[in-house]
């Protein structure tokens, strides 16, 4: 296999060290407020860059960063701004439909 066309897995910085600098300027913006348009991208982020068990760890399946990848990271942030709870989102994710609607919002 020529190395042009190997997959490779990025390494991931161990648990409890603080992440470059730069790292946090290559994060996606959030939008001033989250409309329905948005929260549908996010579903379809976190749907498509879902984790996938790889043997030299968690990776994102679609573009074999280590997981979570700047667009699940960005879905999850929209999705939580929504008003979608951890839950809410790990079920869109397992149901593996990158369309489906949104749950109702919760009632404050």
Request: net charge neutral; aromatic share 4%; glycine share 6%.
């Amino acid at each position: 296999m020529s190395t042009s066309t190997a997959h490779r897995v990025r390494p991931t910085a161990p648990a409890g060290v603080a992440e470059p600098p730069d790292e946090t300027l290559r994060e996606i913006p959030l939008p001033p407020y989250v409309t329905g348009e948005d929260a549908q991208f996010a579903v379809r982020a976190v749907v498509v860059h879902a984790p996938r068990h790889w043997s030299g760890g968690t990776i994102c399946r679609n573009d074999a960063n280590p997981h979570p990848c700047r667009l699940h990271r960005w879905g999850t942030r929209v999705l939580e701004l929504r008003g979608l709870r951890d839950a809410d989102i790990a079920a869109l994710i397992e149901r593996g439909d990158p369309t489906a609607s949104l749950p109702p919002r919760p009632s404050a």
